[in-house]
């Protein structure tokens, strides 16, 4: 099974600071996928095949990475953008999800 | 427009058997593969299993031995049943839509708390 470990568990960005998280899997796998989500909605895909974004996902969101080592970076903070994010692979059976990074508004 | 509805009961007994129904439209299951993931309170995701579009299905192996993923074409549903719940079965079901090996649609999901 590939564990991906995402960090920070938890981070605090103001308004307009620029935002990076990170998923490291256990073993290379070939894209990385995000979902973003809101407290008590469903997730929403948000990023696909690593870097690809979502229909609706605002254009200061992009996705990097490659191998074992994934990064989501917001380049301007928005308070929309508070939410819960989780990594997730599609390399290999059973399909894994990270634990997902809280992103809260300062 | 593509959507995935979970349904099921909210409350099920320790040892008793979850059944739950996911109700699909703007799209056929034998065109889709239609997973089901589970978040528990306060947790992350966890994949469950899947329905491949030619019929066949696949388990996460740490649930295979309670697992069972079922579907009526017909009837655009996916079903999951699932054996012997505990209190750690608790969480949100969901069924979502795969496109290439990522989830493009999900369902709205279904709150199952298991308790006597």
């Known amino acids: 099974e590939i564990v991906l470990t995402q960090s920070p568990t938890t981070m605090a960005a103001s308004p307009g600071e620029k935002v990076t998280l990170t998923c490291r899997a256990s073993?290379?796998?070939?894209?990385m996928h995000w979902y973003q989500q809101r407290s008590g909605a469903s997730p929403k895909l948000w990023i696909y095949?690593?870097?690809k974004l979502a229909s609706g996902v605002p254009n200061r969101f992009s996705g990097s990475g490659s191998g074992t080592s994934y990064s989501l970076t917001i380049n301007s903070m928005e308070t929309e953008d508070a939410a819960t994010y989780y990594c997730?692979?599609?390399?290999?059976?059973?399909?894994?999800f990270g634990s997902g990074t809280k992103l809260e508004i300062k | 427009q593509v959507q995935l509805k979970e349904s099921g009961p909210g409350l099920v007994q320790p040892s008793q058997t979850l059944s739950l129904t996911c109700t699909v439209s703007?799209?056929?299951?034998?065109?889709?593969?239609v997973h089901w993931v589970r978040q528990p309170p306060g947790k992350g995701l966890e994949w469950m299993g899947v329905?491949?579009?030619?019929?066949?299905?696949s388990y996460n192996s740490a649930l295979k031995s309670r697992l069972s993923i079922s579907r009526d074409t017909s009837k655009s549903q996916v079903f999951l049943k699932m054996s012997s719940l505990q209190t750690e079965d608790t969480a949100t079901y969901y069924c979502?839509?795969?496109?290439?090996?990522?989830?493009?649609?999900w369902g709205q999901g279904v709150m199952v708390t298991v308790s006597s």
């Open positions: 703007g799209f056929s299951l034998t065109s889709y593969h």
């Open positions: 073993s290379s796998v070939s894209y």
């Open positions: 329905m491949w579009s030619d019929g066949d299905t």
């Open positions: 979502a839509r795969e496109r290439r090996d990522y989830f493009d649609y």
């Open positions: 997730q692979q599609g390399s290999s059976y059973p399909l894994t």
């Open positions: 095949e690593t870097s």
